[in-house]
């Protein structure tokens, strides 16, 4: 019989990180385990349904005896809905992804949660200093996986001190480096999709596309990307710079962000493009495919997917060595290595 987990986290139908990757895990793991997820949301769309994923997932993975429930939230939940559904559903575990400052309520009330069922944290952490502020979270999980070889070293540090009296130091068993993956059914080297390539290209032929692949918000700095490519280009012949593209797929405009192309019509005089299209994976790894290289130079990035992704479908990358990235680029280091020296950034 199999194990029963409850997943607070974004709601796996969703598009944020935290959301693609929820619907990784349950995805390759309904062979094991059944899902429960309290689906997280600003101003949820289903609040008050009970959504029955079985039929969908069953059919994408031919595992027969799939079963996934999401139970939309707006926001992260209460300790209320999670003591109907901890007494409903008898789950036996809980694991938890996303940041633990939205959901304070969870480890306010661990002392009652965990003598019914174990709390597993899948962590990650942007950068260092170290978050000594985490620290009870941490105590407050029976296991905590990390996403980064970074985050290993943080919750190392940080989750086995005890330097006070009142520190319960985790145990080594207590704390694995299990970064995240990419499907390699998603994204994979192909050959070249003409209808893609007239839909990025136009009526122009390019020689050299750089693809930005996030948000439009502040810490992506899609603004200095778009800067940084109108430097690369100012130092190119003229007939060069004019068969360059930068191909962004993001927001052109976003509140949390800036307006994009009045970035570009004030600093950038070279092609910029946005897709202005909300993609599936098979179509994103198209573009992976046809593009020169994929850049992402935030400057606080807990792992990177849209990095990974490009690097799964043979394209490399530009990134800063920050964060989650820096497991993407080839450094020869183990996790064990990052409790030493924190981060490879300096």
Request: proline fraction near 4%.
């Amino acid at each position: 019989m199999k194990k029963k987990i409850l997943f607070l986290s974004d709601d796996l139908r969703m598009t944020s990180g935290i959301s693609t990757m929820s619907k990784e895990i349950v995805m390759g793991t309904v062979d094991k385990f059944d899902w429960i997820q309290l689906g997280a949301a600003i101003r949820h769309p289903e609040l008050g349904k009970i959504i029955d994923m079985n039929e969908d997932i069953r059919n994408r993975t031919s595992v027969q005896d799939a079963n996934v429930k999401i139970i939309p939230c707006n926001g992260y939940g209460d300790i209320h809905i999670l003591r109907k559904i901890i007494q409903e559903e008898k789950p036996d575990a809980i694991l938890h992804f996303t940041d633990p400052h939205y959901w304070q309520w969870l480890y306010d009330n661990e002392h009652e949660i965990r003598q019914q069922v174990p709390i597993l944290y899948y962590h990650i952490w942007d950068n260092i200093p170290d978050p000594k502020y985490n620290r009870d979270y941490y105590e407050s999980c029976d296991w905590l996986g990390c996403i980064s070889k970074q985050t290993y070293g943080i919750v190392h540090r940080v989750g086995k001190s005890s330097r006070e009296v009142t520190h319960k130091p985790l145990e080594n068993w207590q704390i694995s480096y299990v970064p995240h993956g990419i499907n390699q059914k998603s994204f994979f080297p192909t050959e070249e999709d003409e209808k893609m390539k007239q839909f990025i290209h136009g009526d122009k032929e390019y020689d050299f596309v750089l693809f930005y692949n996030n948000r439009n918000i502040r810490r992506k700095q899609p603004s200095d990307v778009i800067y940084s490519y109108k430097l690369f280009c100012d130092k190119l012949p003229k007939e060069q710079a004019d068969k360059c593209l930068l191909l962004m797929h993001t927001a052109a405009v976003d509140e949390n962000g800036t307006d994009l192309p009045a970035v570009i019509e004030a600093l950038c005089p070279y092609d910029v493009k946005f897709t202005g299209l909300k993609l599936e994976q098979d179509k994103l790894n198209e573009i992976y495919n046809l593009v020169d290289c994929t850049i992402n130079i935030a400057n606080n990035e807990g792992f990177g997917l849209t990095t990974a992704e490009s690097l799964m479908a043979g394209t490399p990358i530009i990134v800063n060595v920050t964060g989650g990235l820096q497991d993407q680029c080839g450094f020869n280091y183990s996790a064990d290595n990052y409790i030493t020296f924190g981060t490879l950034h300096d």
